[in-house]
């Protein structure tokens, strides 16, 4: 199980990476950060929607750090926790058994965004 240790390393290799990244002058990376930006930027679908659909895609491709990111970022959109589970389940139906896999890791990344309770 990804205890609060494990979430908190990919937080910090994300952001390793990320400053990497633009320290070496990627051209590559700063034009993915631009289309990062726009995809999820409010449009016809608001950037929460959009959250949400990057989280079920997290998980039928059983990416922790794409699952923490995109839960986390659809959390600070507004997103609930019933609203993320059915992104999760969403991913789960488009993966069948293997991403039930995945789902255990989104489901610790809410566990801690929302607690036991929620």
Not at 31 to 56: H, N, Q, R, W, Y
Request: hydrophobic share 45%; with cysteine.
């Amino acid at each position: 199980m990804a205890g609060t240790d494990t979430l908190r390393e990919l937080t910090r290799t994300r952001k390793w990476a990320h400053q990497k990244l633009l320290d070496k002058g990627s051209k590559v990376y700063r034009a993915f950060l631009e289309m990062e930006a726009s995809t999820f930027a409010d449009g016809v679908l608001p950037k929460k929607t959009k959250e949400l659909i990057a989280v079920g895609i997290s998980v039928r491709l059983n990416c922790e750090s794409c699952m923490q990111w995109h839960i986390e970022q659809a959390v600070a959109a507004g997103a609930g926790s019933a609203e993320v589970l059915e992104a999760v389940e969403v991913g789960i139906e488009m993966g069948g058994g293997p991403a039930t896999v995945a789902a255990r890791f989104a489901l610790q990344v809410m566990e801690q965004l929302f607690g036991e309770d929620k």
